[in-house]
């Protein structure tokens, strides 16, 4: 896999040797179990998989690329580059300004760019319609694109169902700009509505099973489906996408729960004429860290610490599996471990920072699990595991706990 080259304060010293060192012990990603750092009156089990996927790597380098080859010229990030909020202050502290926020809403006029300015693509890509919008203002929207080619990967497999006449169930959050991206491109083609998760699948499966009235297809999706949509028509052929940082068992479940009304409908001979299979869009990096996510619940310890944006979409979902059994607290750097006693962390129920007390128990031996989301950088991981081992003042240095590592 290609080797990025990213600005040196987001590597780090600690999880890069884990990293390494499990490249050669695992080359296949086949064992999902946990490092375990065992510091003596601390213990870290780490995720098998966390941190900068392939996508974000991308965007970063490209992003940083750009910024040292237009000195003095005004450039612009359309929205955040990726849902982590120490790279993207450090963007605005190296002068790129963001056109957007992250639900679309615009904080620099268009009518303000001129054609030598330069806009980056975020990492979710973008809409065709801000597409042509550029194109009209002089910018060519695809010199400094930094779209994800997984994302990508999901666009062209909904311009192929298209072309076979599939609409697209696309799973995701209407709002997020990965999903207002792939909806721009999968309309553009075909049909498209977008479900956010598996109850809204079952409504839908209701009206293509013409259990209740299609007509309440058009209220209860409102603004999340294509102009033109005619539920008579269009729900009798369907393909599922999804928004690549959703939970992939859950996008899973959206299809194969489709699929059997599908079946129901029109008989298991003719599913293949009904329903695409389109397994093949869901990302590697999410998959990956999910499934190393699950490994983590197999072992026994006193909370979970998972770092990343509190506006990541990928690094939310792994809170929610982890809290199915842990205690677990979502921060956005070491900063929010206000002592050994004090936390601030982000409840993802109550959409809000909150505080929490006597979080690390008091006892001869706390274990911890720990990992971070898909934007977030290893140097974050790195200053977490540094603040908590701070208060054990008797714990072992790191090069002693490395000793029997490979």
């Known amino acids: 896999m290609k080797k990025f080259e990213i600005p040196e304060k987001y590597k780090s010293s600690i999880i890069t040797r884990i990293k390494n060192n499990r490249k050669l012990e695992d080359p296949r990603k086949q064992n999902f179990e946990p490092t375990e750092l065992d510091f003596g009156p601390v213990r ?27 000195p003095g010229k005004r450039i612009y990030l359309l929205s955040e580059m990726i849902h982590n909020p120490g790279v993207n202050d450090d963007l605005l502290s190296r002068g790129v300004q963001f056109l957007m926020d992250t639900k679309g809403n615009q904080l620099v006029e268009w009518d303000k760019l001129k054609p030598d300015d330069v806009v980056i ?5 973008t809409t065709l ?8 203002l002089g910018i060519d929207p695809y010199k400094y694109n930094t779209t994800c080619p997984f994302v990508e990967k999901v666009w062209n497999r909904a311009a ?45 499966a209701k009206i293509i099973s013409e259990e209740i009235d299609g007509n309440m297809f058009y209220e209860f999706f409102k603004s999340r489906y294509s102009g033109g949509f005619d539920v008579k028509k269009n729900l009798n052929k369907i393909g599922v996408v999804n928004q690549t940082t959703m939970l992939a068992s859950e996008t899973q479940n959206i299809a194969d729960y489709l699929k059997l009304t599908m079946v129901k409908k029109y008989g298991g001979e003719k599913i293949k004429d009904h329903f695409a299979d389109t397994r093949d869009t869901l990302c590697y990096a999410t998959n990956d860290n999910q499934n190393a996510t699950l490994g983590l619940l197999k072992k026994e310890a006193d909370f979970a610490i998972v770092v990343g944006g509190y506006n990541s979409s990928n690094t939310t979902h792994l809170v929610e599996l982890l809290e199915k059994k842990f205690e677990t607290y979502f921060i956005s750097s070491a900063d929010k471990i206000i002592s050994k006693s004090e936390i601030n962390h982000f409840d993802i129920h109550a959409k809000k920072e909150k505080t929490s007390y006597n979080f690390i128990p008091d006892k001869k031996k706390v274990d911890i699990v720990v990992t971070s989301g898909a934007s977030c950088p290893d140097a974050v991981v790195d200053d977490v595991l540094n603040k908590i081992l701070k208060y054990f003042g008797n714990h072992k240095a790191i090069s002693k706990v490395f000793q029997t590592e490979p």
């Open 44 to 70: 870290f089990n780490i995720a098998r998989h966390f941190g900068f996927c392939y996508g974000v790597e991308n965007a970063i380098e490209i992003a940083y690329k750009t910024i040292d080859a237009n």
């Open 121 to 125: 693509i975020p990492a979710f890509g």
């Open 129 to 136: 319609e801000i597409e042509k919008k550029l194109n009209e």
């Open 160 to 204: 192929s169902l298209g072309k076979e006449d599939y609409t697209i169930v696309i799973h995701g959050k209407h709002d997020h700009e990965e999903t207002r991206a792939t909806f721009s491109h999968s309309r553009s083609n075909s049909p498209a509505v977008v479900v956010r998760d598996i109850e809204e699948t079952k409504f839908l």
